[in-house]
């Protein structure tokens, strides 16, 4: 028409008669004109319409796209150019219905770009939170996963209902149309969910990566310390010999770890597929659940977190080996082991040599490092070094208990021997039989006082070591110490004196008994000689041999 136009202006530029038919159309040229760009308008609208939507999708606005192909039908078939107000009810009311299911469109594309944002948003609200900085200690990190599922699940539910109202809303466009479009909108949905399971998937797997890296790190840095666990000297029943273990153990950190995978995925097995939400058919496929516990590269991630924990495992028990050295500290039963030592009567020297072992076996464990990182695990050995500290105090302190014991007996001992024995010395004897108990006694106590003056020293000793362990002596004891050199020398005298005192004693009952048997003599004779003026001839005979064997006794005294 636009050329016929342009022909038309030619002819006439060059005075050509112009057919009247001709001429009236061309006098409507500039409202004919204004009509073609107009039809151009409803066509570019229809074009955009159909451009915008996908095989798939026009089978979903196959309603809209038939009402609207109704209304343009006339203008293909019936209306001409001439029909004047005809036409522009046409196109306006073509343009009117093609904005209509535009906007339409355009909200469809809307809410399909919402869904996907929504999509992103649950892909990347990761189940695992790890942040490189915090340590976690015994079962903190358990209850702090589980309590940022939780969170994370009230935001993923969020966002899946979002996605459930924005395609319950897009379906209010296709509610009342055919089964086709039904069917369309099932495959719809089916595409969503799809987008939505990938989206789930996603999730896991970055969650899972998280969680790979802070156990394994990656190709260019270590992992950073992840769990605090204590390494503690653990006795299982009392009497059972302790060993040396980790807290939280080893089975339960890794059962923590790899538990997490399971945990994930039970968090997201509540979200139901889109079918079974928005249609009256249920989703044929396998639950999201099922399909993430399948999937290869999520288990190619599990496998790594577990190796990881096994290879970081064998790291940590060649760890506890270097505990060995001081394995004797905790197994040997102490009260046994001192009551053996105690019956082997030991010198001070072992009793100070022993203590000063532990002393050093102390000062050696308190030089091992107390925290150190083997991995993700970040070893805290304050425990193990204060048991073992204590447990050499304790075999220092039955050491200097049983020295204690050993070297107040021996003082106690030696000072009520002392004491019973100058006393018995120092008691004049009464009689004869005293006198000779006494003079044993004595003699005795002057050919022991080299043996006796031996105690002291060892025992001096003994305490001197008491002292520089700073162990606490009774008052009485401690006085007993400081009395006991004194009291030595005052035994020596009591000896020295004692031995005077008896000699004296022994004189005086030797004329004592010389003077009682001149008097015996005396009194005998005396008798005698009654008896021969009055007694027979044969009583005289044996008195006379019983004073003969008198003078004989008298001379022996």
């Not at 394995?327 to 030592?341: G, M, Q, S, T």
């Not at 070094?385 to 050491?399: A, D, P, T």
């Not at 050199?485 to 005086?508: A, P």
């Amino acid at each position: 028409m636009l050329q016929m136009f342009n022909e038309i202006h030619y002819w006439e530029r060059l005075l050509f008669e112009i057919p009247h038919y001709v001429s009236d159309v061309y006098q409507r040229r500039e409202e004919l004109r204004s009509m073609r760009e107009s039809v151009l308008l409803v066509v570019r609208d229809y074009n955009r319409i159909i451009a915008s939507l996908s095989a798939e999708e026009l089978g979903l606005f196959r309603e809209q796209i038939r009402f609207l192909d109704k209304k343009i039908q006339p203008g293909l078939s019936k209306l001409l150019w001439s029909s004047k107000g005809a036409s522009n009810f046409f196109i306006k009311d073509c343009r009117l219905h093609a904005s209509k299911i535009q906007l339409i469109v355009d909200e469809y594309k809307a809410a399909n770009l919402a869904i996907s944002r929504q999509c992103g948003l649950i892909s990347e609200l990761l189940l695992v939170r790890v942040d490189g900085k915090t340590v976690y200690r015994d079962l903190e990190f358990e209850g702090d996963q589980q309590a940022h599922q939780q969170a994370q699940l009230q935001r993923l539910h969020s966002a899946h209902q979002d996605i459930v109202t924005i395609m319950s809303r897009v379906y209010k466009t296709f509610r009342t149309d055919g089964p086709e479009v039904q069917q369309h909108w099932v495959v719809y949905t089916e595409k969503m969910d799809g987008m939505v399971e990938e989206a789930l998937r996603l999730n896991i797997k970055w969650s899972l990566q998280e969680l790979s890296k802070a156990i394994n790190g990656d190709s260019k840095t270590s992992p950073n310390p992840l769990f605090r666990v204590q390494v503690v000297l653990h006795q299982e029943a009392p009497g059972a010999t302790s060993q040396v273990e980790f807290s939280p153990t080893l089975q339960k950190l890794a059962q923590i770890v790899n538990n997490i995978s399971s945990q994930l995925i039970g968090t997201i097995s509540v979200f139901k597929r889109l079918p079974d939400l928005l249609t009256r058919r249920r989703s044929q496929r396998k639950p999201v659940r099922c399909i993430i516990e399948q999937d290869e590269e999520i288990g190619k991630i599990q496998a790594a977190v577990a190796a990881g924990m096994t290879a970081n495992a064998g790291h940590l028990q060649a760890y506890l080996k270097t505990w060995d050295k001081h394995r004797e500290i905790w197994e040997i039963n102490k009260d046994p082991f001192i009551r053996r030592y105690q019956r082997l009567n030991p010198p001070v020297s072992s009793f100070d040599a022993d203590i000063a072992r532990y002393t050093e076996v102390a000062n050696n464990v308190q030089k091992e490092e107390t925290v150190l990182s083997v991995q993700f695990v970040l070893l805290d050995c304050a425990p193990l070094k204060f048991s073992l500290v204590q447990h050499c105090n304790e075999w220092q302190g039955k050491f200097t208990q049983l020295l204690s014991l050993m070297a107040s007996t021996r003082l106690k001992e030696l000072h009520i021997f002392l004491q019973e024995n100058a006393l018995r010395l120092s008691q004049p004897p009464q009689s004869l039989v005293e006198l000779g108990e006494s003079l044993k006694l004595l003699e005795t106590l002057q050919g022991d006082l080299q043996k006796i003056e031996s105690q002291i020293p060892p025992i001096h000793e003994q305490f001197a070591i008491l002292e520089k362990y700073e162990v606490t002596v009774d008052q009485a004891v401690h006085e007993m110490l400081e009395a006991l050199n004194g009291e030595w020398v005052w035994f020596q005298q009591v000896v020295i004196d004692s031995d005077i005192m008896l000699k004296k004693h022994k004189d005086k009952f030797k004329s004592s008994l010389i003077f009682s048997a001149e008097e015996f003599k005396k009194k005998m004779q005396i008798t005698v000689q009654t008896f021969s003026s009055s007694g027979h001839l044969l009583a005289q005979t044996a008195i006379h041999r019983y004073l003969t064997n008198s003078h004989t006794y008298t001379r022996q005294i």
